[in-house]
């Protein structure tokens, strides 16, 4: 008699296992492939000498207002920054600025240092709240 | 003649030849029942007689078979060779014995007509299940076009800070999602609590009760989402620790003027912080700054502060001066 063909049970837990770990590796990639069709991205165009610019791109579903920090080492003297820094801490190195009245487009954020950075790198973080949930969103740039 | 009789072994039995029956039936336009009815057996029985799994049939029925069919009984007969032995049915069993002698039961479908088949049991519950089902989906929807109460698609709520400091300006928001981007007529009201006193209002309200601290918009909406606001400030007598309570309501003119309360928030405590400052820790962070920019932005041309809450937020803090009643910014 033909025997009637059924499914094992460890051939279906070796399916769930690969469906879970595929799931799981598409979640952790997400937020870096996300970022990019996120309503706010940001990037350096310039982090050397003595002036750094940095680009913050924003989508018709982005907030209207967005906080962005630039860390630099601490002690830097900044020149001049447009837009103006709402804030800069010297000892900490930490400028911030509070960006309001966001339209969808690219805005530019340029700092002129007093002397240029030796071998330091310049950081930033852009924070914002989600519309659609009300979440905190933070994100870090690098150069 | 196919009959053979042997002493001792039963009633005579003739050999048929069931095709001759079947066509002499057929010519004539009799149906299996008729046949049966007229012999005296099952039509079951006359089917196997034609079908030739019956060698052998009593003569009494065989004659009987030949006068219904108007014929001789030799032209029912099998033409063969050598008499025919008596021998039962091979497969015939004392059910069917039995069901030889039954009247009848039913008319079988008359030859070269088609049969209306009824349709089976199944079919029919199926049918009628499938109706109801249909019925149940157009009266929901009847149910949900004509008698479907519209407030399930309005919401109120109103945004209130945690706190607010003794004669210091508050920001009071009301959201309404009126589920109608279409004209909407409606009347808020919102009284606000006897300690506080509104100075600004946007949009602008229709009317005021000094008496009873009501604020009264009447108002027509051309959006699903409308945002009021007022900008209320707390009375210096207020006393750190006392609980300032709110309460309004939503009147409709399109649902038959069911007013509907405002959900949300509707407590806020007198303390020495700033109204922005939602966690009290004597700062404004960016977290907070944001919220404030967020459940404001709706609200254009009301006053609320701005300049000083980031002032305090690029400040990294702030301190009360309870003397002089205001906020200090190193």
Known sequence: MKRARTNSPGGIHNWTLAAGLLALAV?????????????????YVKAGDAEIVLEISTTSRAPSTIIVTQHLP??????????????????????????TDMMPGVNTLRITLAAPLKGAKPSGEVRYRDPGTGAMITFRVSP | MNTERTAGMGPPMVKIDGDRVRSRRESLGLTQLYV????????????????RRYPTIKQENALKLAETLEVPLADILEQEQGPARE?????????????????????????????????????????????L??????????WNVFLEDPQLDFRVSRILPRHAAPGQPFPVVIRLDTGDPGPVSLILKEVLPGECTPIDAEPPVTARDSGTGELKWIF????????????????????TGQTLRFRGSVTLRRDHGTVVPVGGP???????????????????????????????APVHGLNYGKEEIEEIWSAGRYEWDAKRRKFLIP
């Not at chain 2, 089902?133 to 009847?142: D, F, K, R, T, Y």
């Open chain 1, 27 to 43: 979640i952790l990639l997400l937020p870096h492939a996300g970022r990019a069709g996120a309503p706010v991205s940001a990037r």
């Open chain 1, 74 to 99: 601490g002690g830097t003297e900044i020149s001049e920054s447009a837009p103006r820094l709402n804030s800069y801490r010297r000892e900490q190195g930490e400028a911030k600025w509070l960006l």
């Open chain 2, 36 to 51: 049966a009815t007229t012999v005296g057996v099952t039509t079951d029985t006359i089917s196997r007689w034609e079908n």
């Open chain 2, 87 to 131: 021998e039962p049915a091979p497969t015939a069993t004392l059910a069917e014995k039995a069901a030889e002698a039954e009247p009848p039961l039913r008319e079988e479908n008359p030859p070269g007509k088609e049969a209306l088949r009824r349709p089976s049991a199944a079919l029919r519950y199926g049918l009628v299940g499938l109706g």
């Open chain 2, 133 to 142: 089902l249909v019925a149940m989906v157009a009266g929901a929807a009847l």
């Open chain 2, 220 to 239: 027509q909406s051309r959006a699903e989402n409308v945002c009021f606001a007022c900008m209320a400030k707390c009375g210096t007598e207020a006393t």
């Open chain 2, 266 to 296: 509707a407590e806020l405590e007198v303390a020495p912080l700033h109204w922005a400052d939602g966690n009290g820790d004597g700062r404004i962070d960016d977290e907070e700054i944001l919220t404030v920019y967020d459940n404001l």
